[in-house]
């Protein structure tokens, strides 16, 4: 019997998972998206282009191998199309290797337009969603009034539609937001005939049957960690289960069935949007993070806030994750800084802790633990061995705090640009 890997995200997201994806899954029969949306924007580099994916699991590139959006996903027809025919324009033949979950969940225009006023109502309280309409849609899943892919086949589907659209526009009148869909709403409608041509799929049976048949699947998530809607930084937060745990959840696997939990962190931290961030960087060293990273969302463009590594957070999603092994990206974007440092504990209110923390609007000053730079072009190097003894130093001291080994380092975006000890 095989069991499902699962990689994921351990800090705020774009931690690089779309390129490990692509990296391990020659490993793999099939890679499964577990949850999230279009709110993901997953990069993946290699032969000289550049991809961008949202919906469609990292696996795609590689041939042969079966993707799956799994039930734990929401989908919006419009951004599916548009992400799916750019592939196969590209020459990528996806109607044959990708498969749709009929329990994934419907993203509806307004869906969109629930999450654009919801955050206009929030005012200086808002979260800074990714305004694809994400919370809206996870809303009406846990209220049970949600629609279903499945639902597209059935002969009801456009009488469902307009009474949830009806409840939708009730709730848009009361938070007086404006608005016109009927473009959008005539898109979504041919999208949705596009999507019919796809293998909707109960997803369950097909990824315990290819795990009963010896075959390895590997679930790809989305966001990360500290933005679960359990155990991330509450508000701002998705509205998914993005730890490991999701991956049962979102795909119908028994936690049994998990084996390895591949961790995937930034050598430093991001985060867009709203929300604590212990260890942003405000001066220059925080700009310079930014612009030697590239740190603007895959999808909107957005800066993204930049600072240092912190342990602490690193080990709680450890410990909620179970991960097994850590992949550590972007390294080379501190390849000039004389130091580095790393958060190891909080001070709150005068006391020191390991712990992060359930009020997330405590003010926390970080403790840090400084690190001499390695000063050299760790693109250079292509074995573990290769290293400088700085960045050696760096590795090992985040393995002895987590307890977990770091088992691919990448260092550049390109596929090539990936070490694996
Ligand atoms: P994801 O959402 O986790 O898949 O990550 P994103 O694609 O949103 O953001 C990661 C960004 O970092 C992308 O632009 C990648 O091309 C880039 N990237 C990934 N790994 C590395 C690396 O090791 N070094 C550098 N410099 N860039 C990387
Ligand atoms: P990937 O998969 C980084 C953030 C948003 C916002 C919060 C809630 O590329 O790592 P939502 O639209 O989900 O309701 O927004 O979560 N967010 C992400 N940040 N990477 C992502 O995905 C994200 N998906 C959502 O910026 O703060
Ligand atoms: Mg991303």
Same mark, same amino acid.
């Given at each position: 019997?095989?069991?499902?890997?699962? !990689?994921?995200?351990?800090?705020?997201?774009?931690?690089?998972?779309?390129?490990? @994806?692509?990296?391990?899954?020659?490993?793999?029969?099939?890679?499964?998206?577990?949850?999230? /949306?279009?709110?993901?924007?997953?990069?993946?580099?290699?032969?000289?282009?550049?991809?961008?994916?949202?919906?469609?699991?990292?696996?795609?590139?590689?041939? /042969?191998? &079966?993707?799956?959006?799994?039930?734990?996903?929401?989908?919006?027809?419009?951004?599916?199309?548009?992400?799916?025919?750019?592939?196969?324009?590209?020459?990528?033949?996806?109607?044959?290797?990708?498969?749709?979950?009929?329990?994934?969940?419907?993203?509806?225009? *307004?869906?969109?337009?629930?999450?654009?006023?919801?955050?206009?109502?929030?005012?200086? #309280?808002?979260?800074?969603? &990714?305004?694809?309409?994400?919370?809206?849609?996870?809303?009406?899943?846990?209220?049970?009034?949600?629609?279903? @892919?499945?639902?597209?086949?059935?002969?009801?589907?456009? =009488?469902?539609? =307009?009474?949830?659209?009806?409840?939708?526009?009730?709730?848009?009148?009361?938070?007086?937001?404006?608005?016109?869909? #009927?473009?959008?709403?005539?898109?979504?409608?041919?999208?949705?005939?596009?999507?019919?041509?796809?293998?909707?799929?109960?997803?369950?049976?097909?990824?315990?049957?290819?795990?009963?048949?010896?075959?390895?699947?590997?679930? =790809?998530?989305?966001?990360?960690?500290?933005?679960?809607?359990?155990?991330?930084?509450?508000?701002?937060? &998705?509205?998914?289960?993005?730890?490991?745990?999701? #991956?049962?959840?979102?795909?119908?696997?028994?936690?049994?069935?998990?084996?390895?939990?591949?961790?995937?962190?930034?050598?430093?931290?991001?985060?867009?949007?709203?929300?604590?961030?212990?260890?942003?960087?405000?001066?220059?060293? /925080? &700009?310079?993070?930014?612009?030697?990273?590239?740190?603007?969302?895959?999808? *909107?463009?957005?800066?993204?806030?930049?600072?240092?590594?912190?342990?602490?957070?690193?080990?709680?999603?450890?410990?909620? %994750?179970? @991960?097994?092994?850590?992949?550590?990206?972007?390294?080379?974007?501190?390849?000039?800084? %004389?130091?580095?440092?790393?958060?190891?504990?909080?001070?709150? %209110?005068?006391?020191? *802790?390991?712990?992060?923390?359930?009020? @997330?609007?405590?003010? !926390?000053?970080?403790?840090?633990?400084?690190?001499?730079?390695?000063?050299?072009?760790?693109?250079?190097?292509?074995?573990?061995?290769?290293?400088?003894?700085?960045?050696?130093?760096?590795?090992?001291?985040?393995?002895?705090?987590?307890?977990?080994?770091?088992?691919?380092?990448?260092?550049?975006? %390109?596929?090539? =640009?990936?070490?694996?000890?």
């Amino acid at each position: 019997m095989s069991k499902v890997d699962v !990689i994921l995200g351990l800090q705020w997201g774009d931690e690089g998972k779309g390129k490990v @994806v692509d990296v391990l899954t020659p490993r793999y029969q099939a890679v499964a998206r577990f949850q999230g /949306g279009p709110n993901a924007g997953h990069t993946l580099e290699f032969n000289g282009e550049k991809y961008i994916l949202r919906s469609i699991p990292s696996g795609i590139f590689q041939g /042969g191998k &079966t993707n799956i959006i799994g039930n734990g996903v929401v989908l919006d027809p419009i951004l599916f199309r548009e992400e799916a025919t750019a592939l196969e324009r590209s020459g990528h033949n996806l109607k044959d290797r990708l498969q749709i979950s009929k329990k994934a969940h419907l993203i509806l225009p *307004t869906h969109r337009m629930l999450d654009a006023a919801q955050e206009a109502a929030k005012g200086s #309280a808002r979260i800074g969603t &990714t305004g694809k309409g994400i919370g809206p849609t996870y809303t009406d899943k846990v209220s049970r009034t949600g629609m279903r @892919v499945g639902e597209i086949l059935s002969d009801t589907f456009r =009488e469902t539609y =307009e009474r949830v659209k009806a409840r939708h526009e009730a709730t848009l009148r009361s938070l007086n937001y404006s608005y016109d869909i #009927a473009a959008l709403e005539k898109e979504w409608f041919e999208a949705v005939e596009f999507l019919k041509e796809f293998r909707l799929i109960d997803s369950e049976y097909e990824i315990n049957r290819l795990l009963d048949r010896g075959q390895a699947v590997l679930a =790809e998530g989305a966001q990360g960690t500290l933005l679960d809607i359990d155990f991330g930084s509450y508000p701002f937060v &998705t509205s998914s289960n993005t730890v490991c745990a999701g #991956a049962c959840t979102g795909l119908g696997v028994a936690p049994r069935r998990i084996g390895e939990v591949f961790g995937i962190f930034k050598a430093y931290c991001t985060r867009v949007g709203s929300g604590p961030f212990p260890t942003e960087l405000f001066d220059e060293t /925080g &700009t310079r993070l930014r612009d030697i990273g590239h740190e603007y969302g895959a999808v *909107t463009g957005r800066e993204r806030r930049c600072g240092w590594l912190d342990l602490v957070a690193l080990k709680y999603a450890v410990m909620i %994750d179970g @991960v097994t092994q850590l992949i550590m990206m972007k390294s080379d974007v501190m390849n000039d800084f %004389d130091t580095i440092k790393v958060a190891t504990a909080y001070e709150i %209110d005068g006391h020191r *802790t390991d712990r992060f923390p359930y009020d @997330v609007e405590a003010p !926390i000053t970080p403790v840090y633990e400084e690190f001499r730079g390695w000063k050299c072009d760790l693109r250079k190097c292509t074995r573990y061995e290769d290293f400088p003894a700085e960045f050696k130093t760096y590795v090992e001291f985040i393995e002895q705090q987590t307890g977990v080994p770091v088992r691919i380092i990448s260092v550049g975006p %390109d596929r090539d =640009e990936t070490i694996v000890r």
